[in-house]
């Protein structure tokens, strides 16, 4: 009996496996919980970031973009990752004060997570599992609508201002 009650319990989670980012949550920077769910309705583009990367500057264009739609139904999520070259060594803490003091962050910043290998946080494999494989890089984004799917993969090298991941995000608002 317990076998069988076993069994049906494995089939019952895998039949649960997540369908949308909203199903997530994970703490902000500060430590609060922070559910994807709050974003329900909202465009959304989920960014691993880091401090110390070539890429880093794209901190500015990103609240660049998130300023010019956040009143639009968009927003920037922004989970700082050391996977790549150890480029975000800091606590949560100093890259929060990173952020806001070297490029006025205002989108909303996660605690750091890992988004590769073993250690991968649930909602990268969503990501990763709905859309192109592994993150290679810092600055990979994800462009997610309003109910959660990912429709968009942008590598690092995608400028925020970019005419590709801008026009995604405004085709992605008018649905």
Known sequence: MKTSFGVLAMI?????????V????????DGAPAPL????????????????????????????????YKDKGFVVLGFPANDFGAQEPGTNEE????????YQVTFPMYSKISVKGSGKAPLYKFLTDSAGG?????????????????ISRFDSGVEPDSSELTGAVQKALQK
């Open 134 to 150: 592994e993150v290679k890089w810092n600055f990979t984004k994800f462009l997610v609508d309003g109910n959660g799917k990912v």
């Open 95 to 102: 890259i929060k004060t990173f952020c806001t003091r070297n």
């Open 22 to 29: 909203h199903e997530f949550s994970l703490p902000s920077i």
């Open 12 to 20: 019952t989670s895998s039949a649960f496996a997540a369908s949308s």
């Open 37 to 68: 769910s709050a974003y329900k309705g909202k465009v959304v583009l989920i960014v691993n970031v880091a401090s110390q990367c070539g890429y880093t500057p794209q901190y500015a264009g990103l609240e660049k973009l998130y300023e010019k």
